[in-house]
């Protein structure tokens, strides 16, 4: 039934949403494998899809409108897209755990901290009140903050952001989970503590050896913290791969453009930018074809975008080296 | 633009903005959040400036002092030769031409119920600029500049997308021909495809029309892209100034070297050595006496030396630090010159 030997392997997923003007698929066949142990990164610009799929992998898409309609998610010998809801509630918190980007929606604002961080361990771990709450000091501990036994009794809002977010990842790994999500993790933090939360969750994963799935807009995030990155383009993989042959070789042109128009630490300077000419297409009308051909540069682009292929054939990803996949279209792969 | 002969189009000196705290009636002894403390600095005709710092430094705060959205506490503004802390609102309209600002999100600064048309329109009507039909001509060129199609005059602000709204805004603050633009945070909200047109149009018009920019952003790798000069900000106080080039190659100030080390190489398998600092931004209410950063900077001083405040002064030619213990590595050398 699996053709790999990732930790958790998403195939062919498809999700979508009902709204006023009908029903919009917002991740329109996702594949890809993360690997037990390791980081994969998922990179794309806003709306291509990376919440969505991770909300789908942990069955929370927003009900009743957001729907899985195809695709399997394997972890283990189950598929996640297809058990019980009682099963998915077991897994959640104690197997798989998500981190959001603002940890203020993630915290309950009217509880104490250790309140919440015992409420996993009192379900997934069976433990008592007390032996539960002297687990939270430890996990506050784990994460780095200051005086835990007095941090335990207070409540979310008398913490800086950084400081909220370590209490998320210790809410997030309280059971010991073997895979963590972590949606834009440090998307709303300076640098500096951006670089802080990085560190560790590195050196838990590596204390730990949680896999870990890393969801960024951020190139120098993948960068610093994945083995392999899948990248998104409204809805669809563009390409995916290990870090180095994603950021060395690259084979899509929307890879390659996003990699030459983020401006860099050693570019020179008041020199102009590369940019992708266009915009994404709209939810409500996208191709079937290639859906970055309407802002590619590739020379014959205009053959294709007016040919029967583009208006009726999705093309799959084909491999191209080690576990490195790209959109199988001449018109979106390097020239 | 390097140009040492002729007079700064911008002189700020000695600014403060402090916000009193509202705090219960009872309290007696007021307090206030220092905002913006103590800063200087000009910016040349023509020239980007670049503002870094962490969130709640005070960079906005700053910005709108300048542009006098906000009333500074003490301190001295002075543009194209006159001084406007204390204008009124009449007296400043004429300079309204010359200074503009775009937010991070022009949504909020433009008005949901005018189209794009009735938007860039409204500075021509208020500085009473033309007749209809010129007005209508110039919004044309407006949009030609900005990379709009003209069929955007009959449209409303929510039918663009983020980066088009920025367009707008931009187009908006070019429209009367300004010295200056204060970009607050102009592309953090946009995806980075999106960044590169925005500061490409940006870098652009400065080259057509002479624009000043002061370019507030909290991503480094943005404003080195961007500016001429850069100004590192810690709690309302600047405490390194230089040229870009010079300062990401040469950081002095341990906050500097830090923002540098912190953010990430989007090269994969490049380690690189990071100044970590302790603990967190402290708040600008009652900020702990003397050195602000001491506390914080991976050089540890005692608590006596850390309230000796630090002195803040130009080492090289155009280089301005903070020069204290706790501040920078080499402190003899430095306090010495
Ligand atoms: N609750 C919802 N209803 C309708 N559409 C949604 C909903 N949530 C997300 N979408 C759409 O799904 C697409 C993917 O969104 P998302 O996965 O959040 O993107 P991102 O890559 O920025 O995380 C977007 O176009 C978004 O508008
Ligand atoms: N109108 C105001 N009243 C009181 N405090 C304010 C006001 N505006 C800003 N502040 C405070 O001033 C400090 C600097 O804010 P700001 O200039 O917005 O920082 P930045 O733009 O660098 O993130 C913050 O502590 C903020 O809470
Ligand atoms: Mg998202
Ligand atoms: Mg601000």
Redesign the interface.
């Given at each position: 039934m699996r053709d790999s030997a990732g930790i958790l392997s998403v195939r062919d997923l498809v999700a979508a949403f009902d709204t006023d003007s009908g029903q919009v698929t917002a991740v329109d066949g996702v594949s890809f494998d993360l690997q037990a142990g390791k980081t994969l990164g998922i990179v794309g610009?806003?709306g291509c899809g990376k919440s969505v799929t991770a909300m789908s992998i942990m069955r929370l898409l927003p009900q009743p409108a957001g729907k899985i309609l195809g695709g399997r998610v394997f972890y283990g010998d189950e598929d996640l897209a297809s058990v019980s809801d009682e099963r998915m509630h077991e897994i959640r918190g104690a197997e798989i755990s998500m981190i959001f980007q603002e940890p203020m929606t993630a915290l309950n604002p009217v509880q104490r901290i250790g309140k919440q961080l015992s409420e996993s361990l009192l379900i997934h771990e069976g433990l008592s009140k007390k032996d539960a709450w002297d687990r939270s000091i430890e996990l506050l501990q784990m994460v780095g903050i200051p005086s835990p036994e007095v941090r335990v009794s207070e409540y979310p809002h008398q913490l800086?952001g950084?400081?909220r977010q370590r209490v998320v990842i210790a809410i997030a790994l309280a059971c010991n989970p073997k895979i963590v999500i972590a949606d834009e993790p440090t998307t709303a933090l300076?640098?500096?503590?951006?670089?802080?939360i990085?560190?560790l969750l590195k050196s838990l994963q590596d204390s730990l050896g949680m896999s870990v799935i890393m969801i960024t807009?951020?190139?120098?995030?993948?960068?610093?913290t994945?083995d392999d990155v899948v990248v998104m383009y409204a809805g669809r993989v563009a390409e995916r791969g290990p870090?180095?042959a994603i950021?060395?070789q690259p084979q899509h042109l929307y890879t390659k453009?996003?990699?030459s128009?983020?401006?860099?630490?050693d570019?020179p300077?008041?020199?102009?930018?590369?940019?992708?000419e266009g915009?994404v297409p709209s939810l409500m009308n996208m191709p079937v074809g290639a859906r970055f051909a309407p802002r590619s540069w590739h020379p014959s682009i205009q053959e294709y975008l007016q040919s029967d292929e583009f208006a009726t054939v999705r093309p799959d990803l084909v491999n191209i080296g080690e576990d490195h996949w790209v959109e199988d279209c001449p018109y979106v792969r390097t020239f | 633009m390097e140009n040492r002969e002729s007079k700064p189009l911008l002189e700020v000196e000695n600014l403060k903005v402090h916000f009193p705290v509202k705090e219960g009636v009872f309290s007696r002894a007021k307090r206030y959040c220092k905002a913006v403390d103590d800063v200087s600095f000009s910016i040349m005709p023509g020239e980007t400036l670049g503002l870094v710092g962490e969130s709640g430094c005070g960079k906005s705060t700053l910005g709108k002092a300048i542009c006098r959205l906000l009333k500074p506490t003490s301190g001295r503004v002075r543009f194209d030769g006159q001084n406007i802390e204390l204008m009124g609102k009449s007296e400043l309209r004429p300079l309204r031409r010359d200074m503009q600002i775009i937010f991070q999100d022009p949504a909020e600064s433009l008005n949901s119920r005018h189209t794009i048309g009735e938007i860039l329109e409204e500075p021509f009507v208020i500085q009473k600029i033309g007749n209809a039909i010129e007005r209508r001509q110039k919004v044309k060129g407006l949009l030609d500049k900005v990379g709009l199609p003209q069929s955007s005059t009959e449209k409303y602000p929510f039918e663009f997308s983020g980066g088009q709204r920025q367009r707008i805004g931009i187009a908006r603050a070019i429209s009367l021909e300004p010295k200056l633009i204060i970009c607050d945070e102009p592309v953090s909200a946009l995806d980075v495809s999106v960044q590169s047109q925005i500061l490409n149009l940006l870098m652009d018009l400065q080259e057509e029309m002479n624009i000043s920019y002061l370019f507030i952003a909290h991503d480094l790798s943005v404003v080195r892209v961007i500016s001429d000069r850069v100004g590192v900000m810690y709690l309302g106080k600047f405490v390194e100034l230089a040229d870009g080039e010079e300062l990401f190659r040469n950081p002095v100030h341990e906050y500097t070297k830090a923002l540098i080390s912190a953010i990430p190489d989007p090269r994969p398998g490049i380690s690189k050595k990071r100044t970590v600092l302790r603990g967190d931004v402290p708040s600008p209410i009652d900020p702990p006496p003397g050195c602000y950063f001491a506390r914080r900077s991976p050089i540890e001083v005692s608590e006596e030396i850390a309230s000796t405040p630090g002195e803040y002064k130009e080492i090289g030619e155009g280089h301005w630090v903070e020069v204290h213990p706790a501040t920078v590595d080499n402190y003899k050398e430095l306090s010495a010159l």
């Open positions: 610009e806003s800086s950084g400081m300076d640098v500096t503590v951006q670089a802080q990085l560190d807009h951020d190139l120098g995030v993948i960068a610093e994945c870090i180095n950021f060395n453009g996003l990699m128009s983020i401006p860099r630490i570019s300077r008041k020199e102009k930018l590369n940019t992708i915009s | -």
